[in-house]
């Protein structure tokens, strides 16, 4: 019998979600799976919340004499007629080997590779859906940005899905609003991942950030015992005919001239990244929404990266490297991006400046889609005050209490002044 060839097989990549986020995600994913045939099927498949949608008639694909145009049709349909996301990333051109499917247990199916993009409420139902779909050596990457939060611990999304998934998962967080990396403007990001020593046939490559992160998909807590603990999970290994699950080669599946990607091993810092920088975001809001300047901005910013990095190393020392929040696009080049144009900024900015709560600029402002940094806020907050931490926390201590009308934006200073 003739021995197989190394890596006769090719990874197949599923994205899970479909926003503007998941559908920029895809785009770039199905570029680069064209590019490197030898290492990926072309073919990517998108999973679709399956909805009626209608073109509308801002989109430069109206057509009153099209029905398309007229009548209420599957969104999975248009996207696939017209390769473009006429909902949610409307005016981007798709690649023709993206493909929309309303399905998630066949959007999913034989993947090696599953990059997860969606509103984090919707992790353990769709997690529990795919259970016996997927390949039990698939690995994956969670674009979600943020943690989970509450009062007896914190834990990673990508975490959360290895343990529903029993696989292991990274994840990729960085400056990164949607319109502009769709659009091609030049943005940079960081993935995440630290290969399962089950995998490690082939040594990763060292990144710019030292030390690991990957924290056993075991849930963080305070009172966290070996014998408490939940049990790890038994990964199993990626078959030796797959081309390896590197920093490599994960490089290759998410870079793009305009799109540049830096790895690390960091998870935890990466993922603690993207979920604090939104409550400081808030803060960055509140002042601009005050008329307050460049300068005051620039002040939250700095209290905001210094408690970022506290927490992390506090909650996190054995795994999270300070390096992730102060040299790396997840951490303060987010920030700063967050700080300047991102939804929990805006929205902030615009509550103070028509005197109404955030809670409803989000309903008129965001289609539907909801922020991210208000939920983290009251999360965080409880987490703090379960420990008798607020007062190590002080901005975070005021977003918190800002959006419960127990304080106003005007106060932050004096909240903060330790600092």
């Avoid at 030796?240 to 935890?268: I, K, M, Q």
């Amino acid at each position: 019998m003739a021995t197989l060839a190394p890596h006769e097989k090719k990874h197949k990549v599923t994205v899970v979600g479909s926003g503007n986020w998941g559908t920029t995600i895809a785009k770039i994913v199905a570029e680069n799976t064209a590019s490197h045939p030898d290492l990926f099927e072309p073919k990517v498949q998108m999973w679709v919340y399956e909805e009626n949608v209608t073109v509308p008639e801002k989109s430069t694909l109206y057509d009153p004499s099209s029905e398309f145009s007229t009548e209420p049709h599957k969104l999975t349909d248009l996207i696939n007629h017209f390769h473009e996301n006429v909902k949610y990333l409307p005016g981007i051109p798709l690649p023709h080997n993206v493909v929309a499917n309303p399905s998630l247990q066949d959007a999913v199916k034989e993947s090696t590779i599953l990059v997860f993009n969606l509103p984090h409420q919707f992790i353990g139902g769709l997690c529990d859906q795919m259970k016996g779909h997927i390949l039990p050596y698939a690995r994956g990457v969670s674009c979600i940005k943020g943690v989970s939060v509450s009062k007896s611990g914190v834990s990673l999304f990508s975490e959360s899905i290895g343990e529903k998934l029993g696989i292991y998962v990274g994840a990729l967080s960085g400056a990164n609003i949607a319109s502009e990396v769709a659009e091609e403007k030049f943005s940079e990001t960081t993935v995440a991942y630290d290969p399962p020593p089950v995998d490690s046939r082939n040594p990763t490559p060292k990144g710019p950030t030292p030390q690991s992160s990957h924290l056993d998909l075991t849930k963080i807590t305070e009172d966290s015992k070996p014998s408490g603990a939940s049990p790890k999970t038994k990964l199993r290994a990626l078959p030796s005919d797959f081309p390896p699950l590197d920093h490599n080669n994960l490089r290759l599946l998410f870079h793009r001239p305009y799109f540049h990607v830096r790895l690390v091993s960091d998870v935890a810092g990466v993922s603690l990244s993207g979920a604090l920088k939104n409550i400081v975001a808030i803060a960055a809001g509140f002042v601009s929404g005050l008329q307050w300047g460049d300068n005051a901005k620039a002040a939250i910013m700095r209290v905001g990266l210094l408690e970022m990095v506290k927490f992390g190393k506090m909650f996190f020392e054995d795994s999270v490297h300070a390096g992730t929040f102060t040299e790396e696009s997840a951490g303060v080049a987010d920030l700063i991006t967050s700080c300047s144009g991102g939804r929990n900024f805006r929205c902030a900015k615009m509550s103070v400046e028509r005197g109404v709560t955030i809670g409803e600029v989000e309903k008129s402002e965001l289609n539907g889609q909801m922020l991210q940094g208000t939920s983290t806020a009251v999360e965080v907050h409880g987490f703090l005050s379960e420990r008798g931490l607020e007062e190590d926390f002080p901005l975070f201590t005021a977003v918190y209490r800002i959006l419960q009308g127990e304080a106003k934006p005007e106060d932050i200073p004096a909240m903060i002044q330790s600092l």
